[in-house]
Nanobody
Framework: QVQLVESGGGLVQAGGSLRLSCAAS???????????VGWYRQAPGKQRDLVAT???????NYADSVKGRFTISRDNAKNTVYLQMNSLKAEDTAAYYC????????WGQGTQVTVSS
């Protein structure tokens, strides 16, 4: 069974930092380390947006809204992808999810990030 588990969210003041983790388990092991992984976020009443991706080789890409503040990284040995979020803003408040773009993998439960202004 494929499973993605997100963690690390919480309540933080504007300007603060959080580090999110995305761990893969189950049969996803066979594809997680060899493919691009993305972090997405969904605010209440809004669509789910892709905010950052990291390829199997470590190349990264970011949405303009988080560029310079967020850093995505991965540890293939641990089947884990991270999202370091600095200089957080109220508009970063959302549920954050990880997934593999282009693959039909069910969404995890997400981790809530709430930034107070």
């Amino acid at each position: 069974q494929v499973q993605l588990v997100e963690s690390g969210g919480g309540l933080v003041q504007a300007g603060g930092s959080l580090r999110l983790s995305c761990a893969a388990s189950g049969s996803i092991f066979s594809i997680f380390s060899f493919n691009t992984v993305g972090w997405y976020r969904q605010a209440p009443g809004k669509q789910r947006d892709l905010v950052a991706t990291v390829t199997s080789g470590g190349s990264t890409n970011y949405a303009d809204s988080v560029k310079g503040r967020f850093t995505i990284s991965r540890d293939n040995a641990k089947n884990t992808v991270y999202l370091q979020m600095n200089s957080l803003k109220a508009e970063d408040t959302a549920a954050y999810y990880c997934n593999l773009p282009g693959f039909s993998i069910g969404w995890g439960q997400g981790t809530q990030v709430t930034v107070s202004s």
